[in-house]
């Protein structure tokens, strides 16, 4: 009786230790923050975005997944002052040219894979802009209560051409840079 106990226990510790815990870490979405610049030749801009929910996943402490949707009528221009232009960029940023907000009013971005190295994870995802999805690999550090990433992302890929110089001649200094800079802040 005492081997049998003695063997159920350790079955039992056995099993215990070889759970693996998810747990599903939601984003504080007024705490979390992302800030965008828009590089052309004669200069950039910056603004904001929000997030309207996501979530980060994790298994036994390490990042397994993800989804976030970004509420695309919340884009802002944070580096002009109102009656001077910032309602005029906000406005041609919403428009068909660029975002498409009437139309599409979400952005997503889905993980599909992390690997972490050091301090970071390398994380594959997929991003969705104006109904286009397309594979991003980014950097992402999570430290505590807070995860961090700065991600570069081709808005030709989301048939987002205003002004691209990969598609148009004769630009000049109207050429507006390809790739456009997300500054990513999330509180979990």
């Known amino acids: 009786m005492k081997n049998k106990l003695r063997t159920l226990t350790l079955i039992l510790a056995i099993s215990i230790t070889s759970i693996s815990f998810a747990q599903k870490k939601t984003i504080n979405t007024t705490e979390s923050s992302i800030i965008w610049t828009g590089k052309k030749v004669t200069g ?13 996943q994790f298994k036994n402490n390490e990042l ?3 989804e976030f949707t970004v509420d695309m009528s919340s884009l802002a221009v944070t580096d002009l002052k109102a009656g001077k232009g910032k309602e005029d960029l906000e406005g041609h940023l919403s428009s068909d040219d660029f975002f498409g907000i009437t139309t599409h009013k979400t952005a997503t971005l ?8 050091g301090d970071k994870y390398t994380v594959t995802a997929d ?3 104006k109904g286009k999805t397309n594979p991003v690999t980014f950097d992402l ?13 081709d808005r030709t890929k989301y048939d987002i051409k205003y002004g691209s110089g990969s598609f148009f ?6 050429a507006i840079h390809d790739k456009f800079e997300l500054a990513i802040s999330l509180k979990i």
Do not use: R
């Not at 889905?110 to 190295?117: D, L, M, Q, S, Y």
């Open 64 to 66: 397994t997944g993800g």
């Open 127 to 129: 991003l969705t802009i």
């Open 141 to 153: 550090v999570v430290n505590g209560s807070t995860a961090t990433s700065n991600l570069a992302v």
């Open 169 to 174: 001649d004769n630009l000049g200094d109207k």
């Open 44 to 56: 950039s801009h910056t603004g904001t975005l929000s997030f309207s929910k996501g979530f980060l």
């Open 110 to 117: 889905v993980i599909k894979n992390a690997t972490k190295k």
